[in-house]
Structures are given as structure tokens and as C-alpha cells.
């Protein structure tokens, strides 16, 4: 009934969600191992219930123990049993408190100048081409000098803790079809870690105006957080940072060029750009599954669930339930009321959401703006991943 691993469900996964919200909305999955949640109201209330733990990584660790990447495995859950969102309380409460106060949405504000610098530059490069990829070209290199900007890590340092997060990412995304994903991802992590280590050295020594300075005062004022927890939090922010914007403005974009009606709308009135990106979150949003686990029995539309077992909380599903949406399979960038959960729901509700929204709001209309925009191919490949929805390319044309 639901089998992630095909490519046209990659390419498509909606038909299938449908009829599973239909037919079995609490589906017991053998290829995921775990219950595959797809109606919006179960899968808000699976994200705002705090006895469904976040902690995937220890029951993860306790499960590989004894085979031959056990090393592996328990040098990735070291670190990412340190970041928050893998975290439940009081360990999520202390982590989440150190990223707090630089999101909020007045201090992401100030960032703007800097984000629409960043696109002018990243457009004037290809301006003359008459052609580009918008994801090696555009997505994926703003969201990387944005989060890299407010970490402080040089330019110049940029391109290679892109390259050490993508092979983290091949874990943290499920990956299913990569073979050898424990092993890049934990030497993706090490490097990061000794990375931001010496970073984080640098400004105790030197502070500056950034989040890694920022984190190293939190623990001035708090003794009691722990290197490892700085450290941690740092690559959280750069992983998070940018893996999903990259694949809101290429999805998005992606939606809206498939939309040529839509596309002119925005173009005609670019005020509409704030409820577009709404739109292109919850049409086909960069969040596939978020996953949790059930501490106790519990029952999800009378189905039961057992203890320790794994729920896939299928977000771009429930953005597309008719039980919560008008019409959700048409893309509108005025829709009102859109109520969506591309950001999650409850205490890990993310952080970064006020970012990537003033990233995606410079953005989108700035692209929509270049003349004569249009798909260059409707062949694209997407990421082999549950957990992030994307393109690795989306070739395009304009004049
Ligand atoms: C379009 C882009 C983004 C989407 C769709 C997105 C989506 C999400 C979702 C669904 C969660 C909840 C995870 C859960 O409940 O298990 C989350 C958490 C988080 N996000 Fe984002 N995110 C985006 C961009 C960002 C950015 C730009 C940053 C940081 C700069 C960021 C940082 C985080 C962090 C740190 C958490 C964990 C919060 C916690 O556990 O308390 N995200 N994000």
C-alpha cells in the first residue's frame, strides 16, 4: 500500500496519501517499521503530545549494539542524542532555551539587507545565461551563506561544512537507498564537531557579533552546559539551517512554475509573496515525516499502538488532508485560511521557521521577476529521503 522506496511515490507521494487517509490512516508499515500517521488531526495531535518521546536516537543506539557499525552508530547518537529536537524534557527544555532568543522574529528581521544582498549576487551570476539550475545555482548556496553569516563561519569554510552536513544528512533524512549512510554520516559529523569546537574557541577568545559567540556567553552566564551541548547545538542550527530551505524554494518554485496562472498573480502583485510561501509550505512543503516514539500503549483513531513503537508523523500528508483544507490539491497563493504544520506543532515547533520564511519571502518573488521563467525539464530527481522532500535539480529557462 505504501512503499516509499518507488520512485513515482518519490515523485508523487500524494495519490498514495490519499487513500491511505482514507483506508488506513494509522498504516502499519513493514518497509519503515513503524506506523505511518497521515490525517492532519493525528498527526497535530501526535506533535503536540508530550508522552510520545522525540528520543529516536537511544532506542536507535540499544538496537545496532553488538553488530559490526555499532562504533558508528554510538558516535553519531553521542552528538545527536545533544540535539534538541531529538530530545524530550527537561534535556529539550535546557537546549531549546540556548537557540531561543536569536529567532525570534524582530532579530531575523534585521537579516534582510544581508538576504537580499545574497540573492542580487547569486542572480546576477546567472543573469546573463539565459539559464540555470535553481538548485545548485540558487537554493542551495542562499540558505548555506544565510545560517553561515549567523554562525560565523567564514566564506571560505562554507563549501566544505555544506559537504560534512550532506553526508550527515543521508542519516538524519533516512535515507533508504544509500548503503553505506552510518559511515559518511558520522565522518560528516566528526568533522563538524571538531569544526565548531575550534570556532567556538575562537570566540571566547575574540567574541563577535554572531549565534557561535552568542552560545559561548549562554554558557558564561549557565555553567552547567557542557561543550558537547554548545557544539551540538551549533551544527543543529547549520544542519537545519539550510537542508530545508533549500528544498522550500526549490519545491516552491517548482509548484509555482507548474502554476503558470499562479506565477502571474505573484508577479502582478508581489505583496502576495508572505501567503505564497504559506501556500508552497503546505502544497508540497520540504518535511516528509517527522518521527516519534510511544512510551506506553496508547490509541491513534482506534488503533492501537504499542510501546516502543515508531510513529511517522507524514506532515506534507496532513497538509493535504480535505479534513482540514478546501480543495488541497489545488495550489493557490492567496489561500486563506492555511493553517498548515510544514513547521511541526508543539514544544519543538521549529526554531528557525521566522528565517526561512523572510529567506523565502526575498526569494521566490525575486525569481518569479526574471522574464519569460519556465521549467527547462519536468524529469527532475528527487532526494532519496523520508524525511526531506526535494529536487537535486530543477533546470530552468528565462530571457
Ligand atoms: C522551510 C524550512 C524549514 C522547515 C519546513 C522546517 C521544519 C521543521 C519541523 C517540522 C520541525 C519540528 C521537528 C519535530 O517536531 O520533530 C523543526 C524543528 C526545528 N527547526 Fe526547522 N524547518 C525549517 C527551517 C529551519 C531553519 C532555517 C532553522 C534554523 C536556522 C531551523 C531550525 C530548527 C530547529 C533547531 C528545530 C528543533 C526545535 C526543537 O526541537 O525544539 N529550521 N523544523
Redesign the pocket.
Known amino acids: 500500500m505504501y512503499d516509499p522506496r518507488l520512485p513515482a511515490v518519490i515523485a508523487d507521494p500524494y495519490p498514495t496519501f490519499r487513500r491511505l487517509q482514507d483506508a488506513d490512516p494509522v498504516h502499519t508499515s513493514a518497509i519503515l517499521g513503524g506506523r505511518v500517521v497521515t490525517r492532519f488531526a493525528d498527526v497535530r495531535a501526535c ?1 503536540t503530545d508530550e508522552r510520545l518521546s ?1 528520543d529516536r536516537i537511544t532506542p536507535f543506539v540499544r538496537h545496532r549494539a553488538g553488530r559490526h557499525d555499532a562504533p558508528l552508530i554510538e558516535t553519531l547518537g553521542r552528538t545527536l542524542g545533544l540535539w ?2 531529538f530530545t524530550d524534557p527537561p534535556k ?1 527544555t535546557r537546549l ?1 532555551a540556548l ?1 531561543n532568543r536569536t529567532f525570534t522574529t524582530r532579530a531575523v528581521e534585521r537579516l534582510r539587507p544581508r538576504i537580499e544582498a545574497i540573492v542580487d549576487e547569486l542572480l546576477a551570476r546567472v543573469r546573463d545565461q539565459g539559464q540555470m539550475d535553481l538548485i545548485r545555482d540558487f537554493a542551495y548556496p542562499l540558505p548555506i551563506a544565510v ?1 553561515g553569516d549567523m554562525l560565523g563561519v567564514p566564506a571560505a569554510d562554507r563549501p566544505t561544512l555544506k559537504e560534512w552536513s550532506d553526508e550527515l544528512a543521508t542519516f538524519v533524512g533516512s535515507a533508504v537507498a544509500t548503503p553505506d549512510k552510518y559511515e559518511r554520516a558520522a565522518k560528516g559529523l566528526v568533522q563538524m564537531q571538531d569544526y565548531f569546537r575550534g570556532l567556538l574557541d575562537a570566540r571566547r577568545r575574540a567574541p563577535k557579533d554572531d549565534l557561535t559567540s552568542a552560545l559561548a556567553s549562554a554558557q558564561a552566564q549557565d555553567p552547567t552546559y557542557a561543550d558537547d551541548e554548545l557544539v551540538a547545538t551549533a551544527i ?2 547549520l544542519f ?2 539550510h537542508e ?2 533549500t528544498n ?1 524554494i526549490g519545491n516552491g518554485m517548482l509548484a509555482l512554475l507548474r502554476h503558470p496562472d499562479q506565477l502571474a498573480r505573484l508577479r502582478a502583485n508581489p505583496a502576495l509573496a508572505g501567503s505564497a510561501v504559506e501556500e508552497m ?1 503546505r502544497y508540497d ?3 516528509g515525516a ?1 518521527v516519534r516514539v510511544a512510551a506506553a500503549e496508547d490509541a491513534i483513531d482506534g488503533a492501537t499502538i504499542a510501546p516502543g513503537e515508531r510513529l511517522f508523523l507524514m ?1 506534507n500528508a496532513a497538509n493535504r488532508d480535505p479534513r482540514q483544507f478546501e480543495e488541497p490539491d489545488r495550489f493557490d497563493v492567496t489561500r486563506d485560511p492555511n493553517r498548515h504544520i ?3 506543532a508543539g ?7 521566522p ?2 520564511r523572510l529567506e523565502a519571502q526575498i526569494a521566490v518573488p525575486a525569481l518569479a521577476r526574471l522574464p519569460g521563467l519556465a521549467l527547462a525539464s519536468d524529469r527532475l530527481p528527487w532526494l532519496d529521503s523520508l524525511v526531506f522532500r526535494g529536487v537535486t535539480a530543477l533546470p530552468v529557462d528565462f530571457s
Open positions: 506533535l522525540s534538541a529536537v529539550h531549546r537557540m545560517i543543529l542550527l537545519a539551517g530545508t530551505t522550500l509550505l512543503g520540504p518535511s517527522m506532515i510544514a513547521f511541526g514544544i519543538h515547533f521549529c526554531v528557525g521557521a528565517l526561512a
